[in-house]
Structure formats: C-alpha cells, structure tokens
C-alpha cells in the first residue's frame, strides 16, 4: 500500500514539474515574440515598405514632370506667338509705306522666290516711308542661319542712307527666331505671284525687271519651329495692302 502511494505521489509530482516546465516554456515564447515585434520590423518588411515608397514617388514625380513639360510647352508656343506677332506687325508696318519713284533710281522694289533646306527662304527689299527713322530708308527681310546653334532666325537689313549698293549696308537686327520658313506673295488686281521686281535700272541681271508698280497687297506667311520642342512648325500669316501701289513709273514717264 505504501508502494503504491509513493507511486502516485511520484507521477503527481512529475505532473507538476511538467505543467511548470510547460508553463514557463510557453512564457519565454510569448516573451520573444513580443520582445521581437518591440525591436523593430523584420529586412522582408523593409523591403516591402521601400518597394512601395518607391512606387508612389515614381508617381508622384511622373505626373510632376509631366505637368512641368506640358506649362513649358505652352510658354515656349506663347512667346512663339508674340514673336510672330510682333515680327509680322512691324514688317506690315514697313510694307505698307512701301514707295518708288521714277525720279530717284535708288527707290526699288525687289522681291525674290527663293528656298532653302527645302523650305521657303524668300527676301525683300524695298524703300519704306514708315521704318521708325526720319526720311526714307532701306528695309530688306531674309533668313540667316546661326552657325553656333544651327538656329535660323529672321533678319532685318535697315539702312538710312539708300544708295545706288541697294542690297548692302545698314545694320542687320534679329526680328524674329527658329524661322524656318518665309514666304511673300505678291497681288497684282488679278492675279498671286511668287516674286516682284521693280528695278528701273535693271542691274540686277538674274531678275526680270518687268513691273513698273508696286503690287496692290503682299500676302507674308512664316513658318516658326524650334526642332528641340516642335514636331511640325507652326504657320503665321498675314497679308498687307500697300496705298501706294497706284503709283506707276511707266506712267510717270509717259508724262
């Protein structure tokens, strides 16, 4: 009987050690646990929080940029328009004082059709009663290309001093820039023409000085386009009566 109690008392006491070896077991567990979480986030959730910061400032700087490119665009086309404009307004305000006389030779009109990189590169030259300056001078338009940058630009030939050297001197002015087009045409009452030569002397030999009036409009067209921000270039245009176009040397001579 004895025996058997000690038995008993053995198995309750190996119980016991086992249910506090357990006990403390599952304490230090639930401690690790709790000492992990409290030391910080694990190198998986790390990643996975940069992976997804990244992923919202990619989008964040893309619709930036994308905002920041199309506000650039539109001042770049803005100060394209004011270029245009202003260019266009003061070479209609020159055409439209246009003048010749059969008195004075150096009082020409010429007006040449001519290209350029497969574009329009036209020029005009002609005596203007409205260049800004007091008397009558020498305006002549035409498209020079910037070597440095490989720009062109409308140029603008302004001479006080009209002389018998009709297609040189003066001072040459940038008027417009990323012109990669100029074109002129000229109206006659009936009919459009490419070019217009009013040149009572004729020294010039490669034009046909068959006109003895300036025309009654000039239609003038420009082509602006900067290749780093421009797919296709943009068209201005404008067209300019000239009051003077009644005056005619053939009938000054006949007189």
Partial sequence: MKVKDRKQ??????????????????????YSIRTTHDEGFTLIELIIAVLIAALVV????????????SWKNAQFKIELYQNARVALEQMSKEIRGAFISEKNSYYKFIGKDAAYRDSDADMLDFISTSSGLNGL????????????????????????????????????????????????????????????????????????AEDKCL?????????????????????????????????????????
Avoid: H
């Fill in 137 to 208: 001078c020498e305006i002549g338009y035409f498209i020079d290309d910037d070597l440095d940058s490989d720009v062109s630009n409308l140029e603008r030939r302004c001479d006080s001093t009209p002389d018998d050297e009709f297609l040189e001197g003066g001072t040459i002015d940038l008027l417009a820039m990323f012109v990669v087009g100029l074109n002129f045409k000229y109206f006659d009452g009936e009919e459009w023409k490419d070019s217009w030569v009013v040149d009572e002397n004729g020294e010039d030999e490669s034009l046909e």
């Fill in 58 to 69: 990619s989008a964040v700087y893309g619709s930036f940029q994308a905002g920041l490119n």
């Fill in 215 to 255: 025309p009654k409009a000039i239609e003038i067209t420009l082509s602006i386009q900067n290749p780093e921000v421009q797919q296709k270039p943009l068209i201005f245009s404008t067209m300019v009566s000239i009051p003077t176009s009644t005056i005619s040397l053939e009938e000054d001579i006949e007189e």
């Fill in 9 to 30: 008392k053995t198995e309750i006491d190996l119980y016991c050690v086992m249910r506090d070896a357990y006990c403390v077991e599952k304490k230090k567990t639930q």
